[in-house]
Nanobody, 113 residues
Framework: QVQLVESGGGLVQAGGSLRLSCAAS????????MGWFRQAPGREREFVAT????????AYADSVKGRFTISRDNAKNTVYLQMNNLKPEDTATYYC??????WGQGTQVTVSS
């Protein structure tokens, strides 16, 4: 069982930056691939980025590639999502997930134009 708590969301102007954090409970954090997903009102939840347990491998949705960076600190049981050059279409509730089995409660990101 893994419990996840996201933080770092907020309101930002287009072109701005935010860094999301996701803190995990448990002693086996490094065993899990971690991912960020988002869901905008009226839309299905979509994949944003993922990172392997060791942090060696990452992957991104085309819509965020080159603007978002996922990273993790296994000593702190935390995964991050650095979001730069934010666009209004990035507005959504952002969720982190461990192996797509355990999910956080989400953090809201709103980008104004």
């Amino acid at each position: 069982q893994v419990q996840l708590v996201e933080s770092g969301g907020g309101l930002v102007q287009a072109g701005g930056s935010l860094r999301l954090s996701c803190a995990a409970s448990g002693r086996t954090f490094s065993n899990y691939a971690m991912g960020w997903f988002r869901q905008a009102p009226g839309r299905e939840r979509e994949f944003v980025a993922t990172i392997s347990g060791t942090g060696t491998n990452t992957a991104y949705a085309d819509s965020v590639k080159g603007r978002f960076t996922i990273s993790r600190d296994n000593a702190k049981n935390t995964v991050y999502l650095q979001m730069n050059n934010l666009k209004p279409e990035d507005t959504a509730t952002y969720y982190c997930a461990a192996d797509r089995r355990f999910w956080g409660q989400g953090t809201q990101v709103t980008v104004s134009s």
